[in-house]
Nanobody
Framework: QVSLVESGGGLVQAGDSLRLSCAAS????????VGWFRQAPGKEREFVAT????????VYATSVKGRFTISRDNAKNTVYLQMNSLKREDTAAYFC?????????????????WGQGTQVTVSS
């Protein structure tokens, strides 16, 4: 069993930056691929970014490529999402997800564990 806890969300203005953290407990996070997803009100949960177990291969959704950076520190059992040049359309609840079986988590159905989410609100 893995427990995931996201933090770092908040209310910011367009153009600002935030760094989200996903801290794991219960099992070693290095055994899991991790992804970030987001869900805006009235919309489906969508893929944002993912990273493999070693932290060497990041993959991004087109909408965030060049602005967001996913990274991980396996020694700290934590995965990060650095979000720069935030836009209003980035407003959503952000969730991290971990998978033991896939190399990258690009679909919500691939996740074995989810965090409770952290809210990001970007005002213009």
């Amino acid at each position: 069993q893995v427990s995931l806890v996201e933090s770092g969300g908040g209310l910011v203005q367009a153009g600002d930056s935030l760094r989200l953290s996903c801290a794991a407990s219960g099992r070693t996070l290095s055994n899991f691929a991790v992804g970030w997803f987001r869900q805006a009100p009235g919309k489906e949960r969508e893929f944002v970014a993912t990273i493999n177990r070693e932290g060497t291969i990041p993959v991004y959704a087109t909408s965030v490529k060049g602005r967001f950076t996913i990274s991980r520190d396996n020694a700290k059992n934590t995965v990060y999402l650095q979000m720069n040049s935030l836009k209003r359309e980035d407003t959503a609840a952000y969730f991290c997800a971990a998978s033991f079986f896939v190399t990258q988590v690009v679909r919500a159905t691939e996740a074995d564990y989810w965090g409770q989410g952290t809210q990001v609100t970007v005002s213009s």
